[in-house]
């Protein structure tokens, strides 16, 4: 089975940096996607980690650690559109070809 | 770029009474899933296939059938609607997730099941 665990809600600042943090136990594991959720809206994906260490993608950063079973998105600069539900999920390595969600985290940028 | 769309967006059943949620994909995509979200519980699967004619199931799938008889469009069918099944439902499609294709979502389903 799969599980994936991360804070159910984390607080900042605008123009801070926030990192929200998903574990992970699986069976397998072919890496680590990270969804964006607005209110109301539907998850959009913002990134995906196959290997070990840093991705990149603007304002937007990823990381994973096979070997702790950990990774985490991290937000510069933060934005109040920031505000939003992110999502970590995880597809087992064999198997089901389908993704695990973790349960989310809601993060709220004041100004 | 219409991407993936639900229909209806919106429902209010009554208990027993049966319905069924379509989801059509216009990016040639192999891969469809229906998922279904409550409150601080995230997504889970409760059908997913993998091709045209092909389905299988997910986390959660019982009281729901689905059905691929063509590669666009993905049913979810509720037979007998039960207010355990009062959910916003989400379908999304993605090429191959071998090649790490990610998943594209319609806007959602709102179902309220009295």
């Known amino acids: 089975g799969q599980s994936l665990e991360q804070p159910s809600e984390v607080t900042a600042v605008e123009g801070a940096i926030v990192q929200i943090n998903c574990t992970y136990q699986?069976?397998?594991?072919?890496?680590l996607s990270w969804y964006q959720q607005h209110d109301g809206g539907a998850p959009t994906f913002l990134s995906y980690?196959?290997?070990?260490g840093l991705e990149e993608t603007g304002r937007f950063s990823s990381f994973l650690s096979r070997s702790d079973s950990y990774g985490y998105l991290l937000l510069q600069e933060l934005q109040m559109k920031d505000s939003a539900s992110y999502f970590c999920?995880?597809?087992?390595?064999?198997?089901?070809?389908?993704?695990?969600f973790g349960s989310g985290t809601r993060l709220q940028v004041q100004p | 770029n219409a991407g993936v769309t639900q229909t209806p967006k919106f429902r209010v059943l009554k208990t027993g009474q049966s319905m069924t949620l379509l989801c059509a994909q216009d990016?040639?995509?192999?891969?469809m899933y229906w998922y279904r979200q409550d409150p601080g519980m995230g997504l889970r699967l409760i059908h997913y296939?993998?091709?045209?004619?092909?389905?299988a199931k997910g986390e959660v799938p019982d009281g729901y059938n689905v059905s691929r008889l063509k590669k666009q469009n993905f049913l979810l069918g509720l037979e007998s609607a039960a207010p355990s099944q009062t959910s916003v439902y989400f379908c999304?499609?993605?090429?191959?997730?071998?090649?790490?294709?990610?998943?594209?979502f319609g806007d959602g389903t709102r179902l309220s099941i009295l």
């Open positions: 699986t069976s397998g594991f072919y890496g």
């Open positions: 990016m040639n995509h192999e891969y």
């Open positions: 980690n196959a290997l070990d």
């Open positions: 999304a499609s993605s090429g191959d997730p071998g090649s790490n294709q990610p998943q594209h």
């Open positions: 999920a995880a597809r087992p390595g064999t198997g089901r070809r389908a993704l695990t």
């Open positions: 296939s993998v091709g045209e004619g092909t389905t």
